[in-house]
């Protein structure tokens, strides 16, 4: 039955895969922009894009949970993801409290928490199953440039220096906090079920993020792109961050959707 159902959908995937590299790049827009423009219409208040943003990757933590208490192995996931994710979420939280200390501050205090406690189950209850071996990308690669480039641009506010720096930083951080396990997939190749769900959930966040950015640069007919020629870099800066992110995950989305269509548990990623 779920087959049947699933049936026009793997027929889709068969087409584009049959098209070109031109052609699914063309498809892959002209999705994103109906995707952007149904948002815009739908949604009135853009700031929930980012609510619904940090409330998903809430979600895909307590998947990783799942996994980690009801399987009791930790196999297929990345230390070093979960490492950066702490970080940029203790630095954004941190700056949350002194410039909001809304739901946003909420929401990062309960994934911040949810994120230690799975680096405590990969550190030790479960380290026998922590493929170390596959996650070896160094913290520092990441960390150093994304330290440099938040004091070189940063939002200017009434905020206190420090505050302003650790938001660029949580900002920059998390656009490419998810590499490693990006990596560490595409070395073992077969990605169980409650990783590419945690991984998943990551893209649609992202998206939603990028969406919001986006859909006020639209809005504002490029008010926000027209600082770049007043030396405030920040908002522009912000934007690629989460479009880096979101094209990070984008090919991964892809094969995540298509696998489900066909009623695959486990997400296949092609060979590079």
């Known amino acids: 039955m779920g087959r049947k159902r699933n049936e026009p959908l793997n027929k889709l995937f068969i087409w584009v895969r049959r098209q070109s590299t031109k052609v699914k790049a063309l498809l892959a827009v002209v999705a994103v922009v109906a ?7 739908l949604v009135k208040d853009h700031n929930h894009f980012f609510v619904a943003s940090e409330a998903i990757h809430f979600v895909g933590i307590l998947a990783l949970i799942y996994k980690l208490t009801t399987q009791k192995t930790c196999s297929g996931l990345s230390l070093r993801t979960q490492e950066l994710t702490a970080i940029f979420l203790a630095a954004r939280l941190c700056c ?26 990969i550190r030790f209850p479960l380290k026998s199953t922590y493929i170390s071996e596959l996650d070896n990308m160094p913290l520092y ?12 641009i940063d939002p200017y506010t009434h905020h206190p220096k420090i505050a302003r720096i650790l938001w660029a930083f949580a900002v920059y951080l998390e656009s490419v906090s998810v590499l490693p396990q990006l990596h560490m997939m595409q070395n073992t190749k077969m990605i169980e079920p409650f990783t590419v769900h945690y991984v998943f959930s990551l893209g649609i966040a992202r998206f939603l993020g990028c969406a919001h ?15 770049v020629g007043s030396g405030y870099l920040w908002l522009p800066m912000v934007i690629i961050s989460e479009i880096v992110q979101t094209f990070i995950l984008a090919d991964f989305c892809y094969y ?12 296949s990623l092609p060979r590079v």
Request: with cysteine.
């Open 96 to 121: 949350s409290v002194v410039m909001e200390g809304d739901i946003h501050t909420f929401l990062d205090f309960v994934t911040l928490v949810s994120t230690l406690w799975v680096i405590y189950m």
């Open 141 to 152: 690669y990441v960390v150093l440039p994304c330290a440099v480039l938040a004091l070189l």
């Open 35 to 41: 995707t952007l423009v149904a948002l815009n219409f």
């Open 213 to 227: 950015w986006l859909i006020k640069v639209y809005n504002s007919a490029g008010h926000y792109l027209y600082l």
């Open 256 to 267: 995540y959707i298509k696998s489900v269509a066909s009623g695959q548990l486990l997400v």
